[in-house]
Nanobody, 126 residues
């Protein structure tokens, strides 16, 4: 069974950090582009960051310089390191996998991402 599982969410104060994990089972993430998306209450889901199979990365303007996406092939996991968190980062964060063209497309649009995790809540509040 192909599955993505996110973890690492929680409650953090403004200015704090969290590291989200996206672990895969049943398939190898190396051949997929991985995207992180988030959905805040009352808002549409939006792309946050993505990484292609070749390591090319993209970030939403709102998180550039604060978030970093990295792969750990040995652990079949992709991480999203989130620093300098702001209240507006509060959302449910999802990871997703896109296997088109061997994972070479690193896009922050939802279409193309065939596998999705269940989400992890991130709350930034004092």
């Amino acid at each position: 069974q192909l599955q993505l599982v996110e973890s690492g969410g929680g409650l953090v104060q403004p200015g704090g950090s969290l590291r989200l994990s996206c672990a895969a089972s049943g398939f190898t993430l190396d051949y997929y582009a991985i995207g992180w998306f988030r959905q805040a209450p009352g808002k549409e889901r939006e792309g946050v960051s993505c990484i292609s199979s070749g390591g090319r990365t993209n970030y939403a303007d709102s998180v550039k310089g604060r978030f970093t996406i990295v792969r750990d092939s040995a652990k079949n996991t992709v991480y999203l390191q989130m620093n300098s968190l702001k209240p507006e980062d509060t959302a449910v964060y999802y990871c997703a996998a896109d296997g088109r063209f061997g994972g070479s497309i690193a896009a922050m649009r939802e279409d193309g991402y065939a596998f999705w995790g269940q989400g992890t809540q991130v709350t930034v509040s004092s």
